[in-house]
């Protein structure tokens, strides 16, 4: 059972207890401490996810809202100014048409006609007096938004100029230094690149190392070679001045054969036939003889 909920709520209660019974809260400053190291760490995590070029698009956006709703106001305030203009036309209207029949009820007499023509009109006269003025305060309006209007589009411009421009330089400062983290070798995907190198490197030598204790230790006698190819230096060294006196003992037998080689071809061409009978003598010493018996 996790006991965290279960802490929580034996603090809460000794917090109420203690608000009970009207002393101090002991828990109080404990909560304001978590409440305070839990808002700087979501303010530092909020500030790493945070993108300064996103940030400013959601601001340019958010402008462009408020312009539309601006320009919205100034369409509508423009309608209602359209229309008290038609309202004004028509009583305008209404008040001629009353203005002639009234002269034309005088005209034949009928004054009583005249006076009820005047009077409507004497009433729509008084429509069209406060029409004008809310005519006329509208159009102030209209007028006050319209500039609001176009100093907010003037706002909005430059806003979207510095953001690109902003958006812009960030971007090259980013590009640069994640440039400047590969060329050092600090970046995240250069630093494990640099980490496997140097672990090859690493490994690399320890080999190079061990082989070369192991060729020491062969060529000393301390390791037995069971391959029975490898000789220790003093069995080398040995080898190598047999096979120099051997060399030497065959280079001189064949300077001794060439020197004595015209001479000895002379001598058994000139003692062939004494060498003859003595091949024979000696064949008969060789041949044993039998006596009669």
Known sequence: MDAGPVLWVLSQTCELESVRRGRAKPMSGVMKRMGMIFRAKANKALDR?????????????????????VRRGVADVATSRKRLELQLNQLQSQSSKLEDQG????????????REALSRR?????????LETQHSTL???????????????????????????????YTAAQ???????????ISEEMGDVGLAIQRAEDKTAQLQARAGAIDELLA???????SGLHKDDIQTELDRLSGGTDVELELQRMKAELAGGSSAQQQAIEGGTGQGSA????????????DKQ
């Open 220 to 226: 000393s006698g301390a390791l037995d070679d069971s």
């Open 175 to 185: 590009a640069q230094t994640r440039i400047g983290e590969a060329f050092s070798g």
């Open 279 to 290: 091949q024979q003598q000696g064949q008969q010493q060789d041949t044993p003889r039998f």
């Open 139 to 169: 159009q102030g309006e209209e007028e006050k938004l319209t500039l609001a209007a176009q100093r907010l589009q003037a706002k909005v411009d430059a806003f979207r100029t510095r953001k690109e421009t902003i958006k812009a330089t």
């Open 49 to 69: 996810a945070e993108d300064p070029r996103e940030t400013l698009d959601y601001s340019y956006q958010k402008q462009l809202e408020l312009l539309q709703k």
């Open 122 to 130: 004497a009433a729509l006269q008084q429509q069209v007096t406060d």
């Open 103 to 114: 002269r034309k009820a005088l005209a034949l007499g009928r004054e009583d006609l005249a």
